[in-house]
């Protein structure tokens, strides 16, 4: 069967270690080489993942503070169309507390305008009367009492129809 035979021993392990020399010499550096590249493709995809994943996180943190500025900005916004609401209501009750004043003081000027012509009227009235009174006594040639008399009556009843 199987017999070691030392001469085939000696030439078999010579032929494996030239092998493993021409393997060394031809494949090593070629193997070596694509290992070094690999590593170095790898090394630097890492790093460029790195620097992509630093830059995505400041652009996230911009993002985020770009986002907070703009909430600020809207409650900004908001807050000064709520102050700016509540000045046009403050400036529209105002105005109409104004106008309601206003109307007032007008009906008033205008009660005294009435009242102040009732009166030119009323003296006018009683001018005329007391000029038709004066002319019925002159007519009639009353005496002074009777005159005076006639005159208080008049005045009295004039009074009594301007009180009521």
Same mark, same amino acid.
Request: proline residues 1%; glycine residues 2%; negative net charge.
């Given at each position: 069967m199987f017999q070691a035979e030392p001469g085939l021993m000696i030439w078999t392990a010579i032929s494996f270690i030239i092998l493993l020399v021409l393997l060394w010499k031809v494949?090593?550096?070629?193997?070596?080489?694509?290992?070094?590249?690999?590593?170095?493709?790898?090394?630097?995809?890492?790093?460029?993942?790195?620097?992509?994943?630093?830059t995505a996180e400041t652009l996230? #943190?911009?993002y985020k503070k770009q986002l907070a500025q703009a909430r600020e900005e809207a409650q900004?916004?908001?807050?000064?169309?709520? =102050? =700016?609401? #509540?000045?046009?209501?403050?400036e529209v009750i105002q105005k109409a507390h104004e106008e309601s004043n206003q109307i007032v003081k007008r009906a008033q000027e205008e009660i005294e305008f009435q009242k102040e012509k009732a009166?030119?009227?009323?003296?006018?009235?009683?001018?005329?009367?007391?000029?038709?009174?004066?002319?019925?006594?002159?007519e009639k040639a009353l005496k002074k009492k009777d005159? #005076?008399?006639?005159?208080?009556?008049y005045i009295s009843k004039i009074g009594e129809k301007y009180e009521s």
């Open positions: 494949t090593y550096k070629p193997i070596t080489k694509a290992l070094k590249n690999r590593e170095d493709s790898i090394r630097d995809s890492l790093e460029e993942a790195k620097k992509t994943r630093e996230l #943190e911009d900004k916004i908001l807050a000064e169309g709520k =102050m =700016m609401g #509540e000045n046009i209501k403050k009166l030119m009227e009323l003296k006018e009235r009683i001018a005329d009367h007391t000029i038709m009174a004066a002319s019925k006594v002159i005159h #005076e008399q006639l005159l208080d009556e």
